[in-house]
Nanobody, 120 residues
Framework: QLQASGGGLVQAGDSLRLSCAPS????????MGWFRQVGGKERDFVAA????????YYKDSVKGRFTISRDSAKNTMYLQMNSLSPDDTAVYYC???????????????WGRGTLVTVSS
């Protein structure tokens, strides 16, 4: 499973950096993704990165504010979130996929998420 960490309570305009530490080896062909979930709604794609090349993908609403990155040596993925707004409030999860997708159904190794709360 993949454990997300780094969430917390912040004010609008603040920044947070989330981390995801995969268990087991991450192959260069893998896609690592961040999703977020509000209440009982479906998990929503936020960003993804291809582990080998570092190519990144983003949800339109976070482009320019969020940056996904990885440290291959540490086998860790990050999500730098800037200019946070209350609409970003959610539980954030990380997961792995065999190919790029924005559907949570294509991802696996879901672990416990981390709560991000942005107050106005």
């Amino acid at each position: 499973q993949l454990q997300a960490s780094g969430g917390g309570l912040v004010q609008a305009g603040d920044s947070l950096r989330l981390s995801c530490a995969p268990s087991g080896r991450t192959f260069s062909s893998h896609i690592m993704g961040w999703f977020r979930q509000v209440g009982g709604k479906e998990r929503d794609f936020v960003a993804a990165i291809r582990w080998g090349t570092g190519r990144t993908y983003y949800k339109d609403s976070v482009k320019g504010r969020f940056t996904i990155s990885r440290d291959s040596a540490k086998n860790t993925m990050y999500l730098q979130m800037n200019s946070l707004s209350p609409d970003d409030t959610a539980v954030y999860y990380c997961a792995r996929a065999n190919g790029y997708s924005t559907s949570s159904r294509d991802y696996y190794n879901w672990g416990r998420g981390t709560l991000v709360t942005v107050s106005s």
